[in-house]
């Protein structure tokens, strides 16, 4: 079945330290692609996604490169801020089919210190 | 407009008692899926629902849970005889109708403790 793999965290860095969270994703359909982040006590904000290969999301200086070939869409962020302290995750879709049930990874939280 | 609704946003209940969670979805949206979030783990995808129909129930529970999306009001899910492995943040998530079924859009919880 559907299944998405997260890199194991917690992640801890320094501010403008370079982020990167590894998601890979099973190869199955033609899914879209997801990243999520949950700030503590909150709901899931859609952070950015990509729809077919080779498509790169981003937002707030987040970014993900969709890659069928090594079927991974990894996280990225030049400089990340505390305020970027939060869970993220990675998620697909079912793909190919008529609705949009999600499939997430376990996450990864990020902590970033002054 | 608002975003996705959900109330209440914590709930407590023994075991054995009823708890009823809502789901009012975003203004347009028709399409409506539960999620469950137990400590330390990512979101499991729980049931689907269009207004008066349940789309796809594949990760519900098959006993004591139930989920309905009436024509008028929110999306209710209902656990009945709670036990204490119901704890857990359930989410519920909206998106809109046949325009883009690719983005859900997410409310804010409800925190279920179940003593």
């Known amino acids: 079945g559907d299944s998405v793999t997260q890199m194991e965290g917690p992640v801890t860095l320094s501010e403008e330290a370079f982020l990167t969270i590894n998601c890979t994703y099973t190869a199955t359909g033609y899914p879209s692609l ?60 079912a793909g190919g089919t008529s609705y949009g049930k999600l499939t997430f990874g376990q996450g990864t939280i990020l902590t970033v210190h002054p | ?13 023994r075991r054995g008692q009823e708890a009823r969670l809502r789901c009012s979805p975003m203004k347009g949206h028709s399409h409506v899926y539960w999620y469950r979030q137990l ?14 129909n349940i789309i796809d129930e594949s ?7 139930s989920a309905e999306f009436p024509k008028e ?38 925190r279920l403790t179940v003593l």
């Open chain 2, 59 to 65: 990760g519900m529970p098959k006993e004591r849970f």
């Open chain 1, 34 to 93: 997801f990243w999520y982040v949950q700030y503590p006590g909150e709901g899931l904000q859609l952070l950015l996604k990509a729809t077919k290969a080779d498509d790169k999301g981003s937002n707030k200086g987040f970014e993900a490169t969709y890659r069928k070939e090594t079927t991974s869409f990894h996280l990225e962020k030049g400089s990340v801020q505390v305020s970027d302290s939060a869970v993220y995750f990675c998620a697909r879709n």
């Open chain 2, 1 to 13: 407009n608002a975003g996705v609704m959900q109330n209440p946003r914590h709930l407590v209940r």
């Open chain 2, 73 to 110: 009001g929110p999306s209710i899910l209902r656990i009945q005889q709670v036990v204490r492995g119901d704890s857990a943040a359930y989410f519920c998530a909206s998106s809109p109708l046949e325009t883009d079924t690719d983005t859900q859009y997410f409310g804010p919880g409800t």
């Open chain 2, 39 to 52: 400590p330390e783990e990512g979101l499991k995808f729980m049931v689907y629902l269009q207004k008066e």
